[in-house]
């Protein structure tokens, strides 16, 4: 072997570290210490909100909030948690809506945003000014309700609530221009093989579109998850379990309502019952399972965001 192949091996089997100079090494340091002072914003409200949450209502009153309660408590806990079968229900009924409404959201809104991409549709113009046209302009609260409740007899249903959340016309906008991104000539050379569309979208569209899925997917569950507005229109009592929100919501408003009452009456509690902190707790209970689902999309997140940034 000669002596340059020699080097360019041992340079391969031993790469040199490039050395930074120090301007380098300043413009480094002065990042890290940016971003993490930007972590630091971002987890600290988050950190009061759970702190405060194990604090009494009198030290939240007297010291207001802090990173540390004064005085722990677990009395807001204790109330939300008082009834576990509804809690648990409402986990279920959340959690259930948020997995069927992604997936199949997902998939309509991937379908919807691949054929009005495709050059050859002819109705695809038409199709993009109606959904424009409904993110504009709206019928309003009450042909909503009307249509739910009576054309379509969804009262006390769930399907009132996984129906409206299902496709709206920013995501489908937003995968319309992730599907710019895949080549024409592979849905071409699918119809060369003797594809027919649904096989090209399913076998060659949807596998290029993750990052595009992942996004779309998170902006779904999150909705599903946060919703509160449909459950309170459409759930009455008649239902036995509902989403987590309302049900979150619903407990605030009865607790509100008692102090409201007692205040009132001029009857005096041996516990007081909580406000702020009922609040901050709620907020751990809804936000905290949710959390947990962003690391694992992340990766495909972040690229989903940057799809299209760039043009090669």
């Known amino acids: 072997m000669s002596d340059k192949k020699k080097a360019v091996v041992a340079a391969h089997d031993h790469p040199t570290h490039v050395k930074l100079d120090r301007s380098d090494m300043i413009i480094r340091g002065f990042t890290y210490v940016i971003v993490s002072i930007f972590s630091l914003i971002c987890i600290i409200p988050f950190w009061m909100i759970i702190a405060s949450s194990f604090a009494s209502e009198q030290s939240i009153r007297a010291t207001g ?58 109705f695809r113009d038409g199709i993009m000014f109606y959904i424009y046209f409904t993110s504009l302009f709206s019928a309003g609260l009450v042909p909503f ?39 024409h000539e592979i849905t071409e050379s699918g119809k060369i093989d003797g594809a027919g569309d649904f096989r090209i979208f399913y076998s060659l569209v949807l596998p290029s579109l993750k990052p595009a899925l992942a996004t779309i997917g998170l902006f779904l569950a999150l909705g599903y998850w946060n919703e509160w507005y449909y459950s309170s229109l459409f759930l009455t009592s008649k239902v036995e379990y509902r989403p987590l929100q309302f049900h979150l919501y619903n407990v605030i408003n009865k607790v509100a309502s008692l102090r409201n009452s007692v205040a009132g009456s001029n009857v005096v509690l041996t516990t007081e019952l909580p406000g702020e902190t009922l609040k901050m707790a709620t ?15 992340q990766k495909y997140f972040v690229a989903g965001l940057t799809v299209g940034s760039v043009k090669g």
């Open 65 to 122: 909030f802090c990173l540390w309660p004064k005085e722990i408590s677990t009395f807001s806990y204790e109330l939300l948690l008082r009834s576990p079968d509804q809690m648990i229900g409402a986990y279920v009924v959340t959690i259930g809506l948020a997995l069927v409404g992604t997936a199949i959201g997902l998939f309509v809104i991937s379908m919807t945003g691949y054929a009005l991409q495709r050059k050859d549709f002819p």
């Open 283 to 297: 907020a751990v209970m809804a936000t905290g399972p949710i959390i947990l689902l962003y690391p694992f999309v």
């Open 145 to 183: 309700y009307l249509l739910m409740v009576q054309t379509l007899n969804l009262r006390d249903s769930y399907f009132a609530i996984l129906l409206p959340l299902l496709m709206s016309p920013w995501l489908i906008v937003l995968m319309k221009n992730f599907v710019k991104a895949i080549p």
